[in-house]
């Protein structure tokens, strides 16, 4: 079964997610926005996230199982794991678990950025870097950019507030052994 992690990693090397017709446009984003409900050319970090767990879904209605929220917000995303006890400000926790996505809010908490973890890299057992998927960022790592990247952060994530949140028992959530 193939799982959020392959799809996104695929989709970023064919530069799936590329803004093509200004900030946060591109057929492909403009047809994400419209499926899920939110204007065009609207913030894209989460629903860069929820539609690979929404192709899963689709692909495997026969496993039932914990579905993710479907919203384009980072504060609804993070209310959505929080309220489930899938929280963790701890990096370490990420070795327990088989799959994450992190959400960094301002020091305010209203604006945010939802990203995919797709490897944990570790030194002695520790977690000391994390090679993330990001959509709507650019190479510089701006929460508002230009495309999808893989990027590699390294811990402890600063200067915002991050929050790791536990995807292994939701359906397509699980890529690390």
């Known amino acids: 079964m193939l799982d959020v992690n392959e799809v996104l990693i695929d989709r970023i090397a064919s530069g799936f997610y590329k803004e093509t017709h200004g900030q946060n446009r591109s057929p492909i984003l403009d047809k994400l926005c419209?499926?899920?409900?939110y204007p065009l050319g609207s913030p894209w970090c989460a629903l860069f996230v929820i539609d690979a767990f929404d192709l899963i879904e689709d692909e495997h209605k026969e496993i039932s199982g914990i579905k993710i929220i479907k919203t384009a917000g980072s504060q609804a995303m993070l209310k959505w794991f929080k309220d489930r006890a899938l929280i963790s400000k701890n990096p370490q926790d990420l070795l327990n678990w088989k799959g994450a996505l992190a959400i960094r809010t301002d020091p305010g908490g209203k604006h945010g950025h939802v990203l995919l973890?797709?490897?944990?890299?570790?030194?002695?057992?520790?977690?000391?870097?994390?090679?993330?998927?990001?959509?709507?960022?650019?190479l510089?790592?701006?929460?508002n950019g230009d495309g999808a990247y893989k990027r590699k952060r390294i811990i402890p994530l600063t200067p915002y507030t991050w929050t790791f949140c536990n995807t292994s028992e939701i359906i397509g959530g699980r890529w690390w052994n």
């Open 140 to 143: 510089a790592g701006s929460s």
């Open 34 to 37: 419209l499926k899920w409900g």
């Open 117 to 138: 973890i797709s490897e944990r890299l570790t030194t002695n057992n520790k977690v000391v870097a994390l090679t993330t998927l990001e959509g709507n960022t650019n």
